[in-house]
């Protein structure tokens, strides 16, 4: 499947931060779609004071979330930067890491 329709290239890109020992999140979404290619479940959440939790705890986060929660999220955690953006299926999903 293209870019268009797979999470596919996303995944990929969370592989290589989980390799590099980050703390794989997920909010308000269905994980799996990025399980198998990223070869491991990602920690979800729909609440975001747990996801906030985390990102405060941990090292090393990546997030994976949709761009519409992002923009709405209060107070959300200043550390975490954009690192990729992707339409799957006409839901836009952010890559967000804190180093």
Known sequence: LDDAMSPKRQAL???KY?????TP?????????FTYYAGRNLNQS???NEIAYMVD??????????????KTWPDRP????????????????????KD
């Open 57 to 70: 705890v941990e090292d090393k986060v990546v997030l994976a979330i949709r761009e519409r929660h992002w």
């Open 78 to 97: 200043a550390s975490l930067s954009v690192v990729d953006r992707q339409d799957i299926a006409g839901t836009i999903y952010l890559l967000l890491t």
């Open 46 to 48: 729909d609440k975001l």
């Open 13 to 15: 890109i969370i592989k």
């Open 25 to 33: 999140l997920a909010y308000n979404t269905y994980s799996g779609i």
């Open 18 to 22: 989980i390799e590099e020992g980050y």
